[in-house]
Each structure stands twice: as structure tokens, then as C-alpha cells.
């Protein structure tokens, strides 16, 4: 038995492309959602002044400190589940849905 298919790939980049760019943005807004609980939040500054970039490639923390508590572990945490990488953190609980969220927006899933 013999099959034979034609397909025509000029209209799947275009298509990809626009999905991707959607896809990218409402998985960035996922992802700070579900980051936001591992925030380590003394006065919640860090959690209240961060935002998604307007590309939707990355997850901005405007406080001046933000970059060190992410980087370096501090010796107690006032808030409980909250820790330094807390993208990591966030990540082993919910990466599976933000596979699926991903899925979605590009209509795969």
C-alpha cells in the first residue's frame, strides 16, 4: 500500500509566527501569575512592581534589590514558600500547565 500526501508549507509560517507571538505573551502572563506566591514579600514591593515586557520574553522586577534577592539565598524568609530563584521554584508546581497554557494559545492543544 502506497500513500502519498502534498502539502502545501507556504501559509504554515505566517500562521506559526502570529501564534507563537500570542502563545509567548499569555504563557509571560501565566508564568508571573503562578511566580508571584515564591516572591519573597517583606513589604511586597518586589511582587507589586514587576511586570511582564510588552514583547512578552521576560518578567521584570523594578526593585533595585530584586536582582540579589533572586540570585543569592537570605538566611530567613519572613513570608513562608517563598525563596530566592523562585522561578524554580514556581516552575517544579506548575510547568506542566504552563505547557498546556502554551498549547492552547497556539490551538494545539
Known amino acids: 500500500m502506497q500513500v502519498n500526501v502534498d502539502v502545501d508549507v507556504k ?3 505566517p500562521k ?3 501564534r507563537t507571538g500570542k502563545a509567548q505573551y499569555v504563557l509571560a502572563n501565566q ?3 503562578d511566580m508571584n506566591p ?5 513589604t511586597y ?6 511586570t511582564v515586557a510588552i514583547d512578552g520574553k521576560s ?6 534589590y530584586a536582582r540579589k534577592r533572586f ?3 537570605a538566611r530567613r524568609y519572613t513570608t513562608p514558600g517563598t525563596t530566592a530563584r523562585w ?7 506548575h510547568g506542566a500547565s504552563w505547557a498546556r497554557v502554551a498549547g492552547k494559545a497556539m490551538n494545539l492543544r
Open 11 to 13: 501559509n504554515i509560517p
Open 16 to 18: 506559526v509566527n502570529n
Open 31 to 33: 508564568v508571573h501569575a
Open 38 to 42: 515564591y516572591v519573597p514579600a517583606l
Open 45 to 50: 514591593d518586589m511582587r507589586n512592581q514587576s
Open 59 to 64: 518578567i521584570i522586577y523594578h526593585t533595585p
Open 71 to 73: 540570585y543569592v539565598p
Open 87 to 93: 522561578d524554580l521554584k514556581a516552575k517544579s508546581i
